[in-house]
């Protein structure tokens, strides 16, 4: 699954069309929509907001403007399928003794 600062390949009719850095991911007003927050990484960049289920950020074709469209988190040539992403290892902080908790727009599947 594809989360914040992953790179996905998105393809248009089965076609890989770009590449683009999740920025963001945010619950739309619409129940169980999403707005992902894109960075297009062509010449020049460009960023594009699209409001998506979670189903379709997981790989599942939709369509936009009658074209069909699916998003494919890329994976580095060394990096298992079940291994976290950069974001997910993050450095720790031994002394941060907040009472904070991070809670995920969607929930981790295990496997």
Same mark, same amino acid.
């Given at each position: ?6 790179? &996905?390949? !998105?393809?248009? /009719? $089965?076609?890989p ?6 920025? +963001? ?5 619409k ?17 594009? &907001?699209? !409001?998506?289920? /979670? $189903? ?8 936009? +403007? ?14 298992p ?31």
């Open positions: 699954m594809a989360i914040i600062g992953d790179i &996905v390949l !998105v393809y248009q /009719e $089965e076609q069309a770009f590449f683009a850095c999740i920025e +963001d991911i945010s619950a739309d007003p129940p169980d929509w999403y707005q992902v927050k894109l960075l297009i990484l062509r010449v020049p960049v460009a960023e594009a &907001v699209w !409001v998506l289920r /979670e $189903e379709y950020v997981n790989g599942e074709t939709f369509t936009m +403007d009658g074209r069909r469209i699916r998003i494919e988190k890329v994976r580095g040539p060394n990096e399928e079940g291994q976290p992403s950069p974001a997910d290892r993050g450095p720790k902080k031994k002394d941060d003794s907040s009472d904070s908790k991070v809670i995920s727009l969607f929930p981790r599947k295990r496997r």
